[in-house]
Each structure stands twice: as structure tokens, then as C-alpha cells.
């Protein structure tokens, strides 16, 4: 089964995704990872690990039964400063930050003129600064959009490409266990709401960490130098509660928990819309129809229409047997009614999930459709998402 998810990521993300690199790069941690026996695939323009000895199946199971550890450096990580950062990110992304605290994190989207989605991005606001991180093969793209924003909007900020900065995620149940063992308990990393970001210096290192992730469990995203990456993944090693794993599993655990993954469930011509992404998009306040920013994000204009353009929409699907993958066809009594985007066996649900872009006619939870899987018609239920709980820590209100 483990081999099954492996072909099931190599498939929709090898082929959906496509990249112009000549030469792939390599993470900070590249030897590291191939002295722990990682499987290394290109990815992103990157040599990533897409599994480690035990196997997808279990490095899946482990971060959801305990805390799974991801190299996820080949992401970029972008600082904006200026006074003018908060009408450069409101103008650059949909995210709402007026009324945030600082610290406090954003999931939104990156659009073009015509609302198609660039990217998606997280966005932190800090007290001098706004942290960005965006995709690994988009984050070049996303910089030549900040370039082009300063240049035409006439803003004072500027930006800091983090490139020696790696980037570790940790995620799972025990992942806050898992930091206060390496950090101490005196920094409360444990107590920080999910979607907060802080900084925090250890032994004369510095580190900063974001209480997110792209799992659907509970975690965090460390950043440090890179010269002390290694021994960071060393000491939360050293726990015996975490363990490296790879991108089959990242990939089957964004899928049991909902995520979206651009290149599949977004692209430049996906509207918020489509993607059912809206609850991420900045919205007027309803009483008096004004939105509570200091500049519009671009696309806003499209949105309206894209809206009544829109013809199909993602849903989520269960299969009967076997696994669907793109560019898999979705159809019903013999018509093509939809394709399938992303699929993956689901190691917690013992069955075939993914993501669809269905007609709106039968984009509905419960309806029946049946999948053309190399010319054998399986059955599917469209599911509501997530297929199973997001645990993401919240502390309860006073």
C-alpha cells in the first residue's frame, strides 16, 4: 500500500506540475537527508525527499498518531519592510490584516488581473516588517509580482529574499511536546494559538516560529540559519517522539485534511471561486459595505464576474475501490461531468480520496459518479472536506 501512495505522488505531481529549471537545486540539508536513506525526487526545481526508510504509509501515520518532521525549505520566504508594507500586501494579496494582531498569520491568495490564483501564500504581520511564505515553484513568479507592484503602485517598501533561511516543520499531536523538550517550557511555545508567529533565541541562536502547517494537525514552522538547521533537526530527533518524513506523505496529509495544493486544486486561471477558496478572500464589512483596508488587492475587480462565469467548482470525492488520479474523468451515466485534480489512498480512512473540478449541476455532497480509471468505471460519493478533523490548537476563550 505504501508503494501505492508513492506512484499515486509521483503521478499527479510529476506530470500536473511543470518547472523551466535547467539544474535542480539542492535544500540546505540535502546530505543530511541522504545520509538518513531519503528516496530523493525533483520537485519544485528542488532533489526533495519523497520518503524515508519506513515508508510513506507509516511516516503518514506517525504524524498523525505523533510528530512528523518536514524539510520544507524550498519554500520561499520573503520579509517586506517600509512604511508603506501594509498597502504593498493588501494590494499583493486577499488576506485581511487591519484588524490582526501582530504576529498574528493569514492564509490567502495571490491574484492576477482576471482572479486567477498565482499563488497561496501565509502572511505574517509583525510589529516593523510582514513576513511572506509562498510556493517553492511559484516563489520567483510571486517576487517578479512584488517587483512589479512597487514599480507601478510607487510604494517605499522593500524586500529581503530569505534564501539561507531553512524552514522545518513540525506537525503532529506531540508537536508541542515535541518543541518544549528542545526549547524549554519558559518560551510557552505550547500556548501560542494556531496561526501566531514569534521569535526566540536559544543558546545565542535565533529562531522563528509559526504555529501552522499544511497537515491538518497541529504544528509549527521553525526557521534558522542555515548553519544550525542540522542540529535543530539533531535535538527534535533526539526527542524520540519525532521522525523525518517525505513528500508522499505531506501530499496524502493535506488531502485527508481538505488542502488544497496549487498546480492541481489552483493554477493562475482557478478563481477563488472555482477552488471554493473565498473564505480567504478580504470582504466589506456587511453593515456598511466598506472594506477595512488601506488599498484593494488585485483581481478584485474580476471577481464579480468570474463568479458568473464560474461552471464548475472542487469537491471532494470517496472512492468505491481503487485510487483516482488526474487527469482522471469524472462522469455520470457516461458523460464527462468533471476531472479529478489530486487522489491518494488515505492510510487513515483505508480508502481512495481527492479533489474533483465538478459541473455546478451535480457539484453536490452525496451525489454518485463514477470515475474512469484507465477505462474501469469506479464509483465515487463527492464527500465533504475535511475527510477527517483538522486538529489545529486554539486556546479557548475567556
Not at 516593523?128 to 511564505?133: A, E, G, L, T
Not at 533561511?165 to 519558559?186: D, M, R, S, W, Y
Not at 458568473?308 to 470525492?317: Q, S
Amino acid at each position: 500500500m505504501k508503494q501505492m501512495i508513492l506512484i499515486a505522488f509521483k503521478q499527479q505531481n510529476m506530470k500536473k506540475i511543470s518547472y523551466s529549471f535547467t539544474q535542480l537545486m539542492k535544500l540546505h540539508l540535502h546530505d543530511y537527508h541522504v545520509n538518513l536513506k531519503a528516496k530523493m525526487v525533483p520537485f519544485a526545481g528542488y532533489d526533495m525527499p519523497v520518503q524515508y526508510p519506513q515508508g510513506v504509509l507509516k511516516e503518514h501515520l506517525y504524524c498523525r498518531e505523533s510528530c512528523g518532521l518536514f524539510d520544507v525549505s524550498h519554500m520561499g520566504q520573503v520579509k517586506v519592510f517600509g512604511e508603506d508594507r501594509m498597502k504593498f500586501v493588501e494590494t499583493l494579496t486577499t488576506g485581511e490584516f487591519q484588524t490582526k494582531k501582530s504576529g498574528q498569520s493569514v492564509l490567502c491568495l495571490i491574484l492576477n488581473e482576471k482572479a486567477g490564483i498565482i499563488d497561496d501564500t501565509i502572511v505574517a504581520k509583525r510589529d516593523d516588517h510582514i513576513h511572506i511564505v509562498v510556493n517553492a515553484g511559484n516563489k520567483f513568479i510571486d517576487m517578479k509580482q512584488m517587483d512589479k507592484i512597487i514599480k507601478d503602485y510607487n510604494y517605499k517598501v522593500q524586500y529581503e529574499y530569505l534564501k539561507d533561511k531553512p524552514l522545518i516543520a513540525v506537525q503532529g499531536p506531540n508537536a508541542h511536546k515535541v518543541l518544549n523538550e528542545v526549547f524549554g517550557t519558559e518560551y510557552n511555545l505550547d500556548k501560542i494559538p494556531f496561526m501566531f508567529m514569534v521569535n526566540i533565541q536559544k543558546n545565542g541562536i535565533d529562531y522563528q516560529i509559526n504555529r501552522c502547517g499544511y497537515t491538518g494537525e497541529d504544528g509549527y514552522e521553525i526557521s534558522v540559519e542555515s548553519s544550525k538547521a542540522q542540529e535543530l533537526c539533531e535535538k527534535l530527533l533526539a526527542t524520540k517522539m519525532a521522525q523525518f518524513c517525505g513528500l508522499g506523505a505531506r501530499d496524502s496529509l493535506r488531502l485527508e485534511a481538505g488542502l488544497c495544493l496549487h498546480g492541481h486544486e489552483m493554477d493562475d486561471t482557478i478563481s477563488p471561486y472555482e477552488a471554493k477558496l473565498m473564505w480567504t478572500v478580504r470582504k466589506p464589512n456587511k453593515e456598511t459595505g466598506k472594506y477595512n483596508e488601506s488599498a484593494a488587492f488585485i483581481g478584485r475587480d474580476a471577481l464579480p464576474q468570474r463568479q458568473k462565469d464560474a461552471k464548475f467548482k472542487r469537491m471532494g470525492f470517496i472512492t468505491q475501490s481503487g485510487i483516482a488520479r488526474p487527469p482522471c474523468d469524472i462522469e455520470f451515466q457516461g458523460q464527462k461531468v468533471g476531472s479529478v485534480t489530486s487522489g491518494t489512498y488515505s492510510p487513515n480512512l483505508k480508502k481512495g480520496l481527492g479533489f474533483a473540478f465538478i459541473n455546478n449541476e451535480y457539484a453536490k455532497d452525496g451525489t454518485q459518479l463514477q470515475a474512469d480509471i484507465r477505462g474501469s468505471k469506479v464509483n465515487i460519493t463527492l464527500s465533504p472536506t475535511p475527510f477527517v478533523p483538522q486538529r489545529y490548537y486554539k486556546p479557548e476563550k475567556k
